[in-house]
Each structure stands twice: as C-alpha cells, then as structure tokens.
C-alpha cells in the first residue's frame, strides 16, 4: 500500500483543516487506518485511527472531541478533521496502514503499522 497525505498548511488557533491520504492498492478496506503526528523536537505520537471498515475509532486524549477521523473506502482515502486547532497541534502529521485486526488493538501503536505516507505539515499560529 502506498500512501499520499495532503492538505496540510497554515491556520489561526481555533481554526479547522482536512488531512487526506490517498492509498494506492487494491486492499486498502483491510487495513485499519492511523493518523500520527510529530512535532518538532518530539517524538511521533499517536493521533487517531479507524477500523478497516469504518465502524470503530480511537482518538488520543489530546484530541478527543476536536478531531475525527474517517475513511471511504470506494475511494481508497481515509480524512482527519481538525476543528478548535490549538498551536499545540502543529506537527507533521503522518498516515499509516495496519495490517492487523481491529481486535488486536495495535490500531495506536507505532510499530503495529507496516506501510507509511510521506507526512504533511500543519501550523496552528495563535
């Protein structure tokens, strides 16, 4: 699976954006999906992630009721809305593919995801 992220750029704290990946490949409806980001000078944290098909999520602490993820799987694109952004949001943000079930709860471990797209940046000014 190869992954492209996008839309990525400058927003003003309290502001929103819409990542998008785009996954190549035509097994994209069995991975869960991640979003991870990193910031500088930090390590890469998880973001949020979302089951193969679509039904369950899972959010960091950090954004939790701010962000969502989602995917459509027609068009092999999994999205992160960003609403009430916060300079501490800004990071480069990564998507990633994991082969493992739902069940086997890897969906916010680094390591549990095999295939990674190039990141995107985000800024939030305050």
């Known amino acids: 699976v190869q992954l492209q992220a996008s839309g990525g750029g400058l927003v003003q704290a309290g502001g929103s954006l819409r990542l998008s990946c785009a996954a190549s490949?035509?097994?994209?409806?069995?991975?869960?999906m991640g979003w991870f980001r990193q910031a500088p000078g930090k390590e890469r944290e998880f973001v949020a992630a979302?089951?193969?098909?679509?039904?369950?999520?899972y959010y960091a602490d950090s954004v939790k009721g701010r962000f969502t993820i989602s995917r459509d799987n027609a068009r092999n694109t999994v999205y992160l809305q960003m609403n009430s952004m916060k300079p501490e949001d800004t990071a480069v943000y990564y998507c990633?593919?994991?082969?493992?079930?739902?069940?086997?709860?890897?969906?916010?471990?680094?390591?549990?995801?095999?295939?990674w797209g190039q990141g995107t940046q985000v800024t939030v000014s305050s």
């Open positions: 990633a593919a994991n082969p493992s079930p739902w069940y086997a709860r890897q969906y916010n471990l680094q390591n549990g995801y095999d295939y």
């Open positions: 490949g035509r097994t994209f409806s069995n991975y869960v």
């Open positions: 979302i089951s193969a098909g679509g039904s369950l999520t």
